[in-house]
């Protein structure tokens, strides 16, 4: 078993930055890669990006392209997703995901879901 521990949600104003950081209990083949995503009241959840815990590949929606940035730390296990040019649109819960391939965060509705979730944290963009 994997445990995902997210931190780092709050409340902030369009245009400002909010780092989240996902720390995993260990590194296994489920972990090969990390990453979020999110789910907005009465929406889907969508994927949001990714990063191969042992390599440097990332995957990034096209909605967040640009301003947001997913990161490692493989010494202490930990992901972060620093999240630039906040806008109202980013208002969600996001999610720490694990997962042993891409798939759940490229297929989207058609990809395997991940093997293990984070408790979420909440993210709110107001003005």
Request: hydrophobic fraction near 35%; include cysteine.
């Amino acid at each position: 078993q994997v445990q995902l521990v997210e931190s780092g949600g709050g409340s902030v104003q369009p245009g400002e930055s909010l780092r989240l950081s996902c720390a995993a209990s260990k590194y296994t083949a489920s972990t090969n890669y990390m990453g979020w995503f999110r789910q907005a009241p009465g929406k889907e959840r969508e994927a949001v990006a990714a990063i191969r815990t042992r390599g440097s590949s990332t995957f990034y929606a096209d909605s967040v392209n640009g301003r947001f940035t997913v990161t490692q730390d493989n010494a202490v296990n930990t992901v972060y997703l620093q999240m630039n040019s906040l806008k109202l649109e980013d208002t969600a819960i996001y999610y720490c995901a694990a997962a042993p391939t891409v798939l759940p965060w490229t297929l989207r509705h058609s990809g395997p879901s991940p093997d293990y979730w984070g408790q979420g944290t909440q993210v709110t963009v107001s003005s």
